[in-house]
């Protein structure tokens, strides 16, 4: 067989504890022993094979090997046997099966064995047995068309023996056999390295009860179970666990008899508890359990998640109920010191020094009551419960007579059996906006949470002008919680819950620089030339809900927004846009503005940064394409030629990048003259200069543009 490994798992304990079978004659009215076997943790109680004959007439020892027909190949079998005529009790040990692979050899190492045990039966003498009760060492070797074992009689109805193991080759599991002696249920030891205890003792088994209520259980309501009715003759109960849905698995293990569990299908369960006593004894029992749908249900609708202290907020508590209920009554359980006052009580009496509703009719079946009251917050010195911030809960219970419930909770609305407000000095910007009534700047916090579109635009407004939002301590609105607020407008999300979280990028933006000259040159020397456009277009490849744009441009350039590109709100402190309208996967929205340049401006390249940003989904993306500005005092004689007008003899913004006749006429003069070309800081023009003036009128190409290959 293979060596043990040592590391395997500590101690697994298999507690057996059977009634032993009714005896004959005056044996029957002795005090039954009840048997245990532990190998850890892992129990199970058993019943030593019982039938009429001595234990070595069971083993049918014959050809050197056992023949009770229980044997298996490369397995141990450990069990107890009982003659049903003499009430003898003996152990048996059994090693593999005839016909095994490569025979084996193990070594039992007995503790514990009572002074009256012996060797009923010594499968092989030429096996090893070091027998001096109550220790004793056997080592047997068999072959491959060989078993082995032993058979110790004369066990006591007390003991406690401890077994271990040393399985050198060819066994590779071990079991422990309980109950009939032709088909005995078999327990697979866990550990092949760990001693196995075998215990016996008198002494009543614990007994397993429970209770559960409500009586009528009900899907998606929390049902108590009570082990309590549980007992133990002579010590005590130290472990309850619990099996809600018949798969073999205790869900709950504790040392509390009372548990709470909550089904969630209808239909038939069964439900088992396990006790433990403190000797390892076990006892279990299962009861059916027909689990119906809910027969009443509530929940709870809080309009703020956050309040401050001496503020008002308003509670909606809905019932409804799926069979005629008389004596249906609400309990609410609030903070001390909290004020509630009654809105609409549905037809319910109210009572308010208990917060409790009860109704003098038969509520039907199939009918819905809402329950509405304000509750309004002490002032910070008569709030009970610490320094703020700090949460409190809202919890509640329906009941009623008719039928029976005594407490179906009160879900709030993350389905937990409470309502959780948290109380602080200043309010959440969002939860601020969402309860803002805009025509008079106040916070009411009984309104809904959902924000609408006046209060987004308020929101806007507050961010643009940098003026602090009412109930938050005067704190401005920072352009991450407004990007928030416009998301949860346009998703139409109350703000107390969040929207899915997605951070996959969700759009780009591209710039284009519309400068007045070619090159993107900005002139200085010129009315207008200071003054150039940018076009930004984002391209939406999925739903994008508060995208915001953030331009950053040299100090003192000054950016006013243009009419003809998409409506954003825009906040010129900061040359940020918000777009307060969602942007649908694969449209694209625009946004133009123009910049005017310090006429005093240091002549040199600039760099525009700017980065979208949003949202839902999170992302942020750089602004591409263009980025470079050229701020210039003189221009190439090509671009001055062509935005020279002609009559004036100055630049013109106005006039495009292509020559004209006249100007190709003045380039001409100027050419034959060696005069200066205005605007380009005392050059003139060349020859070579002139040739390509001259092609850029005939071609009609623009002076920003290669000339055609068949005119270079």
Not at 76 to 87: C, G, I
Not at 338 to 343: A, D, R
């Amino acid at each position: 067989m293979r060596v043990m490994r040592q590391s395997l798992c500590g101690l697994v304990a298999l507690a057996l504890l059977a009634v032993t079978g009714a005896s004959q004659g005056t044996v029957s009215e002795q005090t039954p022993s009840f048997f245990l076997a532990r190998q850890g943790a892992f129990s199970t109680p058993i019943t030593p094979l019982t039938q009429p004959g001595s234990a070595a007439e069971f083993y049918r020892f014959a050809n050197d090997q056992p023949n009770t027909g229980l044997e298996v190949a490369n397995q141990a079998l450990v069990f107890l046997y009982r003659d049903a005529n003499t009430r003898d009790l003996s152990l048996v040990i059994i090693l593999s099966k005839p016909g095994n692979v490569g025979g084996g050899e193990a070594t039992l190492r007995f503790d514990g064995l009572p002074p009256t045990a012996q060797i009923a039966l010594r499968d092989d003498p030429s096996d090893t047995y070091e027998f001096n009760p109550p220790v004793a060492t056997m080592t047997w070797r068999w072959l491959p068309e060989r078993a082995d074992g032993v058979v110790i009689s004369g066990l006591s109805e007390e003991f406690e023996i401890t077994i271990t193991p040393t399985f050198t080759r060819g066994i590779d599991g071990w079991q422990v056999l309980s109950g009939d002696p032709i088909a005995p249920e078999r327990f697979q030891l866990p550990s092949l390295a760990e001693p196995l205890v075998l215990s016996a003792f008198r002494r009543a088994p614990p007994k397993a009860e429970f209770t559960y209520s409500p009586s009528v259980v009900s899907v998606n309501v929390p049902i108590t179970f009570d082990a309590r009715a549980s007992q133990v003759a002579d010590g005590k109960i130290v472990k309850y666990e619990w099996d809600f849905n018949s798969d073999g698995v205790f869900e709950i293990s504790t040392d509390k008899p009372t548990v709470q569990w909550t089904f969630t299908q209808i239909g038939e369960v069964k439900v088992t508890l396990r006790v433990t006593d403190d000797k390892g004894a076990i006892a279990q029992v299962t009861k059916t359990i027909t689990v119906e749908k809910e027969v009443a249900f509530a929940t709870r609708a809080v309009s703020t998640t956050h309040a401050a202290p001496g503020t008002t907020f308003r509670v909606t508590v809905t019932i409804t109920v799926r069979t005629s209920m008389s004596g249906l009554g609400l309990d609410e359980d609030l903070p001390a010191n909290w004020e509630v006052t009654p809105i609409d009580s549905a037809g319910a009496t109210f009572k308010a020094a208990q917060t409790q509703w009860i109704f003098p009719t038969i509520v039907r079946s199939g009918e819905t009551r809402r329950i509405v009251y304000d509750v309004t917050i002490p002032k910070t010195d008569q709030l009970i419960g610490g320094p703020l911030p700090q949460d409190f809960d809202i919890v509640g219970r329906v009941s009623s007579t008719v039928p029976d419930i005594k407490e179906i909770p009160v879900l709030g609305e993350t389905n937990e059996p409470f309502s959780r407000i948290s109380i602080v000095t200043c309010l959440p910007a969002i939860v601020a906006i969402a309860h803002l009534d805009t025509a008079t700047d106040t916070i009411d916090l009984r309104m809904s949470e959902e924000i609408t579109f006046d209060q987004m635009q308020r929101a806007v407004a507050f961010w643009q002008e940098d003026t602090p939002v009412p109930g938050t301590c005067d704190a401005p609105l920072d352009l991450e919680s407004l990007k928030k607020i416009v998301a949860h407008h346009l998703a139409n999300v109350t703000v107390d819950r969040t929207i899915p979280e997605d951070t996959s990028i969700g759009g780009s933006a591209m710039r284009s620089i519309l400068a007045p000259f070619p090159f993107y040159q900005v002139y200085l020397r010129t009315p207008g030339g200071n003054i150039f456009r940018v076009k930004i277009e984002v391209q939406a490849e999925k739903d994008i809900l508060g995208l915001t744009l953030t331009e950053k441009l040299p100090e003192r350039w000054e950016v006013r927004p243009l009419e003809g590109g998409t409506s954003a709100a825009f906040k010129q402190s900061a040359n940020t846009w918000i777009f307060t309208e969602k942007i649908p996967a694969g449209t694209r929205r625009s946004i133009l503005y123009e910049v005017t340049v310090p006429t005093d401006e240091i002549i040199s390249p600039y760099t525009i940064q700017g980065l979208i940003e949003s949202f839902a989904p999170r992302f942020e993306s750089e602004v591409g394409k263009d980025q470079t500005v050229n701020v210039v005092e003189c221009l190439d004689i090509p671009v001055a030629i062509s935005h020279l007008n002609v009559e004036q003899n100055a630049i013109d913004v106005a006039l495009s990048n292509k020559i004209s006749f006249a100007q190709i006429q003045t380039a001409i003069a100027l050419w034959l003259e060696d005069e200066e070309v205005i605007g380009t800081c005392g050059k003139t023009i060349d020859f070579r200069t002139l040739q390509t003036l001259i092609s850029y009128w005939l071609t009609d190409t623009p002076v920003d543009q290669p000339l055609p290959a068949a005119t270079r």
